[in-house]
């Protein structure tokens, strides 16, 4: 599956964004997905991880009541809403996935995941 990150951009600190991750190929909702961020200088570490079918999430507890990941199966479609932004929350935003059964735990580290977008820059100014 190939995944494409958008949605990225600037924005004031206590503003909103939603990432979009568009996935091409077919039988999304066979796949968990999953966001991740590196900020420069800065490992890239996990955001938030949607289950196959939408119903088990799980995030970091950095952005734990600030985000919210869902997906639409339908439109072979994930998203990441962020509300309350941060300067901290300035960096590349990635979207993954991996093929999973549908009760698999979120997986939360990066080489779990299998197929990775190309991220998109999100920009928290103070």
């Known amino acids: 599956v190939q995944l494409q990150a958008s949605g990225g951009g600037l924005v004031q600190a206590g503003g909103s964004l939603r990432l979009s991750c568009a996935t091409s190929g077919r039988s999304f909702s066979n796949y968990m997905m999953g966001w991740f961020r590196q900020a420069p200088e800065k490992e890239r570490e996990f955001v938030a991880g949607?289950?196959?079918?939408?119903?088990?999430?799980s995030y970091a507890d950095l952005v734990k009541g600030r985000f919210t990941i869902s997906r639409d199966n339908a439109k072979n479609t994930g998203y990441l809403q962020m509300n309350s932004l941060k300067p901290e929350d300035t960096a590349v935003y990635y979207c993954a996935a991996i093929r999973t059964i549908m009760t698999a735990p979120i997986r939360t580290t990066m080489g779990e995941y299998e197929f990775w977008g190309q991220g998109t820059l999100v920009t928290v100014s103070s």
């Open positions: 949607i289950s196959r079918g939408g119903s088990t999430t």
